[in-house]
């Protein structure tokens, strides 16, 4: 079992950068996948950015790539969430969630993914 905690979300003005954490416990953080989605009021929840057990694959959505960046310290337990150039679009509850090294299926979809953080806000103000 996996337990996820986000935080670093806030207020932010559109051209500007905040950067998530999530910080998790249990068993072998290790030997999970992370991934990055968010969810805007009344839409669905979006898939961000993944990174695999090791830290040498990361994926991310084409509305976020070449501004954020996504990356792991298996010591610490963490995975950090970079947003630079941030747009109002962007603004949503952003989550983290776990999947297992072992699992199959692309890394796009939420049911892909076995364990979830409660959430963090970010905002953008334009």
């Known amino acids: 079992q996996v337990q996820l905690v986000e935080s670093g979300g806030g207020l932010v003005q559109a051209g500007g950068s905040l950067r998530l954490s999530c910080a998790a416990s249990?068993?072998?953080?290790?030997?999970?996948?992370i991934g990055w989605f968010r969810q805007a009021p009344g839409k669905e929840r979006e898939f961000v950015a993944a990174?695999?057990?090791?830290?040498?694959?990361?994926l991310y959505g084409d509305p976020v790539k070449g501004r954020f960046t996504i990356s792991r310290d298996n010591v610490k337990n963490t995975v950090a969430l970079q947003m630079n150039s941030l747009k109002p679009e962007d603004a949503a509850v952003y989550y983290c969630?776990?999947?297992?090294?072992?699992?199959?299926?692309?890394?796009?979809?939420?049911?892909?993914?076995?364990?979830w953080g409660q959430g963090t806000q970010v905002t953008v103000s334009s």
């Open positions: 969630a776990a999947r297992s090294k072992y699992a199959v299926g692309n890394w796009y979809e939420t049911s892909r993914y076995d364990y």
């Open positions: 249990g068993y072998m953080f290790s030997s999970y996948h």
């Open positions: 990174i695999n057990w090791g830290g040498t694959i990361t």
